[in-house]
């Protein structure tokens, strides 16, 4: 597949983004001509670790395995799962806070971040993952400003919290929490093309429908599979390189 790129010199700074989105819808804007976008999922990707993860090791209450089971033999949506996960989690926000302040994440992100700012790409961090843990992480991290769309999390006691799903779709194929490939169908519609960058099986469904994808982990194998247009990245330093090329090379020769 043979894509004509070319470089975008002319176009407006990304705008500033919402901290978080919760249930606002996402505006349209103006059309950026040729113009590429990132989209980045969070856990694994950017995250070292899967963040709902480790909450649920050191927070949730028995019952959470069973769940994580049912879903890993499909009998279950992610969206359902994390639901159910979340509700067995027995956490005060301070131990929360706490614990999120541990988490490390590839420290050149913020590098890839600046990098596709500076040539006028939008970055947004789809997750399937929780909107408060990923924007408190990256906040730890210099990257308070970036848009985030994700479930998101609400607290309805002391030590108990429930998760919603604003961005879930009644057509999604893999029953998400938030449906990535909407996403996609969005940020394409606005910007023209999306770069997407991710590690595993959530990202499985949307890296067939991204413009070119940046793979690790387990959607190197995925996209190879599947002859998904991609390179693979093992952290944001190789991942910033790959993307400097795609969107400055007049044309690109997809693997
Ligand atoms: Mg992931």
Same mark, same amino acid.
């Given at each position: !597949?043979?894509?004509q790129l ?12 919402h901290?978080? /989105? ?14 590429? !976008?990132?989209?980045? +999922? ?18 949730g #209450? ?19 799962? !994390?639901?159910?996960q979340?509700?067995?989690?027995? !956490?005060?926000?301070?131990? &929360?806070?706490?614990? &999120? ?9 913020? =590098? ?13 961090v789809?997750?399937d ?13 210099? @990257? =308070?400003?970036l848009?985030?769309i994700?479930?998101? @999390?609400?607290?309805? =006691?002391? #030590? ?23 996403? @996609? ?17 959530? +990202?499985?469904?949307v890296?067939g429908?991204?413009d070119?994808? &940046?793979?690790?982990y387990?959607? /190197? ?22 993307m400097?090329? @795609? ?9």
């Open positions: !597949m043979i894509d070319s470089a975008n010199p002319g176009l407006k700074p990304a705008p500033r983004a901290r978080t /989105i919760g249930i606002q819808p996402v505006m349209p804007r103006a059309r950026t001509g040729n113009g590429w !976008m990132v989209q980045s +999922d969070f856990d694994g990707t950017i995250s070292l670790e899967d963040v709902t993860d480790t909450l649920l090791e050191r927070f #209450r028995p019952g959470w395995r069973e769940l994580e089971a049912a879903w890993e033999r499909g009998e279950i949506g992610s969206r359902e799962c !994390m639901k159910g979340v509700l067995l989690l027995d !956490m005060s926000p301070a131990e &929360l806070q706490e614990h &999120l302040a541990t988490i490390e994440i590839d420290p050149h992100f913020a =590098g890839f971040v600046q990098a596709a700012r500076s040539r006028g790409m939008e970055v947004q789809v997750s993952g929780i909107d408060h843990v990923i924007t408190t992480v990256l906040d730890h991290h210099g @990257l =308070g400003d848009q985030v994700a479930n998101r @999390l609400v607290q309805t =006691g002391p #030590r108990s919290w429930q998760l919603q799903s604003p961005y879930a779709s009644a057509t999604c194929a893999r029953a998400s929490g938030n449906c990535k490939c909407e996403r @996609l169908a969005e940020a394409q519609a606005e910007h023209g093309r999306v770069l997407y960058v991710g590690d595993s099986t959530s +990202d499985f469904c890296s429908k991204a070119f994808v &940046l793979a690790k387990k959607l /190197i194998d995925h996209c190879r599979a599947k002859g998904i247009a991609h390179a693979p990245f093992t952290d944001f330093s190789q991942a910033q390189a790959l400097e090329a @795609l969107v400055t090379a007049r044309e690109y020769a997809a693997a």
